[in-house]
């Protein structure tokens, strides 16, 4: 596809001797720039977390770590209790994605294809969630958390504080519900004909079409969950109960800097694999999100 | 493939009345137990939605007139506004927020559609490109933040270590109250472009050939062609993207508030949404932050309304 596409500069013009130079010069440096720019800080994360003390402050700084020090991962995992902190994000980002597809995949189906009175003005009332800036109501819902109405629970420090609020997606339901759209009513009409409960038609029918959105949906679910800051900060201020992101931040200034960066390598790594695992997924949802949005 | 096509045009038009004879046929259990059903599926949704949606944008509006004297909410009328107004760090804010959206639309705004005008010619490695360009969006802030933290150390930094080989006059970055905010706003970029990036390719290869072809034909060098051709082809989704970006820069907060702790130097990267953090987090003043909430709000709602007229007029 990439071979046959015309683009800005002209194939005529690619083809001539000059043409060609140009070309390969600025595709040489581009490879450099972006490779230095954006593996670079990574390149460096990795290796001044396996320097030494004396070794990190050191100008100029060593391209190559001299003296390769693992222990320090090691330490960093320790005194920073990251397998607790890195248990505490699973259970949260998991567990956000469980409920979120739970509620939202239900609430879009029913809004889609079961059409409850009073569904469109539900539907409106969501997607008007999405012309609020979300930090205006970062202050209301902390004091809500604080004390929830009709259960009068206090949910900081508790896993709710994380899970449920990941729910109000307003923008998954709308994928959603617009990729249930595309599914043709005859099917569903065919189901019903047979017996078949809405359930049973959610279950047998629409998850099974609906594999691509609900993997882009989760991907992003569970990133979210993952580089969030603000929120858990707030709610979560236990430090056993942290985020990685949170208690790393809240740690990082007592603990020696190689160790602190060794920590921030070790942070990155589940959302990077992630990304490598799922980049075609995750690309794909960006652009079609958003195109057609 | 077909699904869409099949169901889509076709609803408008015969939906309704195929709709209303079902309903009519329909006898009254079966719509109730239908109903019932349906708002069972809704129900969790909902839920979560009154409680930690709607609740809170309701309660935002309440909060904003109310105080807290003696641990009783009272009725403070317009006295947190006023309160706000009047504060020396509001106009800051909102100076620094401007700034920061500015020089923010500057770099990332422009810096993404040009990377992707560029990347767009390539006809290798494009799908390497398109990995690095997103790898810093995955990685959790606190690890980007802190990684340009340490770049921007006017020490031993990375940054100025770069600039000095080039003979460059070393900055202060982060610690002067000149540099802080264009240091936090590189960052940024660095961190957010690659969305941006991917959304602008995608939008660059649905332009037709044959119309840099014909702009050819007319004589269009390289910027005449990226003028008159791929800016106007892809009009809807750069105007969308600024508008977005606009209103996630106002708001912005994770950046400022773990690069220099929030205000920074002579509050030079004080942001509104730093300061709601403030009166909230610091002061336990819910009411002047609600306050400042409302009106970050309204500002919002005002450039928002604004901006879509504009781009609609011009379009005609």
Sequence with gaps: MAESQRTLISPAVLARPRGKALYWGAFALVMVVFTLAFIGPLYWMATSGLK????????????????????????????????????????????????????????????????????????????????????????PQYLTVLDVPLVERNLINSPWVIWLPAVTNAFNIFLLKRFFDSIPRELMDAAAMDGASPMRTLRSIVLPMSRPILG?????????????????????????????????????????????????????????????????????????????? | MAAPTLSRPAAPAKGRPAGRRRASRESFGRALRRNLTAHGFLIGAVLCFGLFS??????????????????????????????????????????????????????????PFAVAIVLNEFRHGRAYLRVLVYLPVMLPPVASVLLFKYFYDPGYGLFNRVLETFGLPAQDWLQSSDTAMLSVVIAATWMNMGAATLIYLAALQGIPGELYEAAELDGAGLFRKIWHVTIPQTRLI???MLLMQIIATMQVFVEPFLLTGGAGPENSTLTVVQLIYQYAFTFN?????AALGVVLMLVLAVFSAVFVRLDRSSED
């Design chain 1, 52 to 139: 030494s003390s004396q070794e990190f402050a050191q100008t100029p700084p060593t391209l190559v770590p001299g003296e390769v020090r693992p222990e320090n991962y090691s330490e960093a995992w320790s005194v920073l209790d990251l397998a607790q902190l890195l248990l505490n994000t699973c259970v949260y980002a998991f567990g956000a994605l469980a409920f979120m597809l739970v509620f939202d995949v239900a609430a879009a189906y029913s809004l889609s294809k079961l059409r409850p009175v009073l569904g469109k003005a539900i539907l409106g009332a969501m997607l008007a969630t999405l012309m609020i800036p979300a930090t205006v109501l970062v202050v």
């Design chain 1, 216 to 293: 882009v949906v989760s991907i992003f679910a569970v990133v979210a969950v993952w580089k969030d800051f603000l929120w858990p900060m707030l709610t979560l201020p236990d430090p056993s109960k942290q985020t990685l992101n949170v208690g790393i931040y809240s740690l990082g200034a007592s603990v020696p800097e190689n160790q602190l960066i060794a920590a921030l390598a070790i942070a990155s790594v589940p959302t990077l694999v992630i990304f490598l695992v799922f980049q075609r997924n995750i690309m794909h949802g960006l652009t079609a999100g958003s195109l057609k949005g």
């Design chain 2, 54 to 111: 709607w609740y809170p944008m309701v309660r935002e509006f309440i909060l904003a007139f109310q105080k807290n004297e003696d641990g009783e909410t009272v009725w403070a009328g317009w006295s947190n506004l006023s309160y706000i107004f009047n504060d020396p760090a509001f106009w800051q804010a909102w100076r620094n927020t401007f700034a920061f959206t500015g020089l923010a639309l500057l770099l990332g705004f422009a810096v």
């Design chain 2, 238 to 240: 750069l105007s969308l």
């Design chain 2, 285 to 289: 003043n819910y009411g002047s932050a």
